[in-house]
């Protein structure tokens, strides 16, 4: 399952520490995260709960980005 999600963030570099930072969460298959239009696009791997796979997303981004958001 794919989603797309808006994002805040402040810089384009941060957003690319964010987009591994998803990659690495268990139950993400992959991720992008797009600056431009502050947007996270997120693969989930197969039976994951989007939810809580999100909120695992969202603290592994935090602790490169103390004040980002992910609007889920």
């Given amino acids: 399952m794919k989603k797309t999600y808006k994002i805040e963030v402040d810089c384009a570099n941060c957003a690319a520490k964010m987009e591994e930072a998803a990659k ?11 600056f431009m ?13 989007c939810d809580t796979v999100m909120a695992e997303v969202l603290k592994n981004c935090r602790k490169i980005e103390k004040d980002c958001e992910i609007f889920f």
């Fill in 37 to 49: 239009t502050l947007k996270m696009k997120v693969e989930f791997e197969e039976g994951a709960d």
């Fill in 24 to 34: 690495k969460t268990p139950g993400v298959r992959d991720a992008v995260v797009t």
